[in-house]
């Protein structure tokens, strides 16, 4: 008889692989952090004796939930703007905010908040993009979870970079030091084509292809984006981007709402992988994404919250619900997208855009024991029916909700047993959350006193940065301007070979 570190009996496992295998009763032996054996219970147990036994309570057992895309410590900011256009959103909210309050201890604690809302959902694995990455990373491991974590790249300043060559010098650092985490997989994040130039584009593009990691980026999350892609570059967002060279990378893809059957095949040939936001696009309005026809077209496409700010939470229960409904509605169709598909893109194939679905995403021998357990026994879940095993699928994905969720593992580590979090102070990070609001609903009262203030704020100036600001005014006395353009020249300090980001403001006379 072999050994085994745990064994978990009594259950119904949905493996999620190829052939969605079902095991009723079922058994999962664990070593090692990975799965050694799984299958009918009477067999599991026959071949494998564990220090530790788990009965399961014939609950559901699935593999932990994949949220393909999201900026984990944006926790802290949800509600403080929303029912605005994504522009308005970003550039008049979040940016500001963030450019005042995100920290290395900000992004710790709202990367704490965030893993705990996720554990207790069933997610055992998640994407980000943030700033301060390598702070996302440290809380991440610490609570347990597994995260792609992508270092933000702007062309404008950010909060843990001047400049592009210091995001991006970050990002290689960030890259050197945790490329080999068991739980981390470092990543470039170039925010978008439209806040990163073709030449940011194809540098951070090369040094993800240097080091073999994923690029994430947001690409074609809006039709204004798309449009001005058309107007600046004379092409759509996905030829642009591929002219620069991005898809030499593993690149996985948040949105992707507005492309065409042609770009479809684009991202499939590069294998690029993609994030299906459904909440997320429909609160900003940005439309509405072709998934069932990107499934048909053979792409790997998961699903992603975003970050709390946008959705505002990180429910991926109800996400996948969402995304299942929205296909049907979006088609006409009630067959589109069913129950199995929607929670195999929560699962297998987020883990495949992802690029780790070589290690999680189903309940498969040697692949690591990352699981959620969900009790479907529930009023809300009352009655059930198990004629068929589209059944369990259904259930699970119309009417389960994420507090049905009582037990979570990652790599063979419990992060929650009994509903009870095991690696994180929820208590301890809401109170601590409570502060921060507080600090931050000050300084948006402030800033919203001074009109000074609220375009300094959006432009992006600090003290320790130089900025241009241009005056048009009508002149009475041209002769003195005439002279102080003939006095000594300024000194030029640094020159720049991709273009800035410049904020234009235009008043009344």
């Not at 951070?204 to 947001?218: I, K, M, N, R, W």
């Not at 299942?324 to 699962?347: D, H, N, V």
Request: proline letters at 5%.
């Amino acid at each position: 008889m072999k050994k085994a570190d745990l064994l978990l009996t009594n259950g119904v496992f949905l493996t999620m692989d190829e052939e969605y295998h079902v095991f009723s009763p079922g058994a999962m032996a664990v070593r090692e952090g990975r799965i050694a054996a799984i299958g009918p219970q009477t067999e599991v147990e026959a071949g494998y004796q564990a220090g530790e036994r788990v009965d399961c309570g014939g609950r559901v057992v699935i593999p932990g939930l994949v949220n393909a895309h999201t900026h984990a410590a944006m926790t802290l900011l949800r509600g403080i703007a929303d029912d605005l256009r994504l522009d308005v959103w970003l550039l008049g909210y979040m940016f500001p905010v963030e450019r005042q309050f995100a920290t290395p201890d900000f992004v710790r604690l709202g990367t704490r908040l965030a893993c705990a809302e996720m554990i207790r959902s069933g997610v055992t694995c998640f994407a980000d993009m943030y700033y301060f990455e390598e702070d996302v990373a440290a809380a991440t491991a610490e609570a347990g979870m597994r995260a792609l974590c992508a270092q933000t790249v702007l062309k404008f300043p950010s909060p843990d970079a001047p400049s592009f060559e210091d995001a991006l010098a970050a990002s290689r650092e960030f890259i050197q030091r945790w490329k080999d985490h068991p739980l981390v997989m470092p990543a470039v994040g170039p925010h978008s084509p439209y806040l990163c130039t073709a030449d940011m584009l194809r540098q951070s593009a090369e040094l993800a292809a240097e080091f073999d990691v994923p690029l994430h980026t947001h690409l074609s999350e809006t039709a204004l984006e798309v449009e001005n892609s058309r107007r600046e570059h004379g092409m759509p967002v996905i030829p642009y981007v591929k002219k620069q060279n991005l898809f030499d990378a593993k690149v996985l893809a948040a949105h992707c709402v507005h492309i065409d059957e042609g770009e479809m095949r684009t991202l499939l040939h590069y294998n690029v992988g993609v994030a299906h936001n459904p909440s997320s696009n429909m609160k900003l309005a940005s439309g509405f994404a072709p998934v069932v026809k990107m499934l048909e077209t053979g792409l790997a496409v998961g699903i992603g919250t975003d970050g709390p700010a946008s959705n505002n939470d990180l429910d991926m229960f109800e996400e996948t619900r969402l995304a299942a409904f929205i296909a049907k509605g979006q088609s006409g169709m009630p067959t589109a997208l069913p129950a199995r598909m929607a929670l195999t893109m929560a699962t297998r194939l987020g883990a495949k855009a992802l690029y780790m679905g070589d290690r999680i995403g189903s309940l498969e021998p040697g692949k690591s024991a990352d699981v959620a357990v969900v009790d479907l026994s529930t009023l809300h879940n009352s009655p059930s029916f198990s004629r068929s095993t589209d059944a369990l699928y259904s259930q699970l994905v119309y009417t389960a909700h994420a507090s049905d969720v009582t037990d979570v593992m990652v790599a063979g580590r419990w992060l929650m047993r009994g509903r009870v979090l095991q690696t994180l102070d929820e208590a301890e990070l809401v109170r601590q959350a409570r502060e921060v609001a507080k600090r931050i609903d000050t300084f948006l009262i402030e800033r919203e006193t001074s009109v000074f203030s609220k375009l300094v704020a959006i432009g992006g100036a600090t003290e320790g940065e130089s900025f241009e600001v241009q005056v048009k005014v009508r002149l009475a006395d041209r002769e003195s301007v005439v002279q102080a353009m003939a006095a000594e020249p300024f000194a030029v300090v640094r020159v720049r070979r991709y273009r800035e980001y410049d904020t234009y403001f235009v008043f009344d006379d």
